[in-house]
């Protein structure tokens, strides 16, 4: 999907330098009367924050059947993660130590576009592709030894091509936007466990999902325009799944009890991750 999206930026883009001037003229009072039609390209940077799960979870395979809807058990038979989860990366050992909310982060980016407009109503499509820093969303679950496992998801890389609908009105049009997305995330495991040993069985790194959201775009020349929008994208996360062995644990090991004594897998009860984006940027228009 990255490529498809990326192809129809770059043609978006050559038709967008191959294209006459749009139409346009401005009132001495700088106030524009204009033809939105016709290519355009642009950069913008956002602040981002991803989704908080408040009641998510890990999720175990004790008897690595791929149904993850087991309780991971002491030999007394009691919940060995009744300690409970909480969003974000572990202060310690412990949910009374807390956890760091690692979810803001920023991005920055590229777009081409082409619009046309019917009346006061404009449509269009938008390819864009962004870059991120700290766009990530974390879980940590506790033990009861006490323990801390943190699962981390970082999102890399993210590109979309969506559809805009507007209402021009002088220099301003009022648009809405959705469409498709897709990206790149990595998976992170930590863990203050130093007993048993931990073992990625899956970690995929494509995630595929939507857009949609709206914003402002504010002629402030005859070719240029600045933007504001707000964008919330939800992709499906990549799996990530960590297989607990026994390491140098005791055989009475929780992750080791029958009925499966290889080890038990576990992961995240989310398998979305989801992101809010206030965005300003620049476009130039041909």
Known sequence: MIKIISTAATALLLTGVAAPAMAQSWMPNGTATRDWSGPYVGVYGSATKANDQDDERLRFDRNLDGNF????VTTAGADAFSAGSCGGSANGNVPTAGCDDDASGSEGGIRAGWDFQFGSFVVGAVAEYSGFAGAE???????????AYTFERKLQNLAA??????????????YGTAGGATGEMSNQFYSSNTQNSFTATTDDDQADGYQAGGGVEYMLAPKLSVTGEYLYTSLEAPDFDIRVGRGNAIATNPFVLTPNTTGTDMRRSNGRFGLHAVRIGMN???
């Open 69 to 72: 809807g087991d309780t991971v």
């Open 161 to 174: 091509l969506r559809a805009r609908v507007g209402y021009a009105l002088g220099p301003a049009l009022i």
């Open 137 to 147: 969303d974390s879980l940590t679950s506790y033990s009861t030894t006490p323990a």
């Open 284 to 286: 130039y228009r041909f």
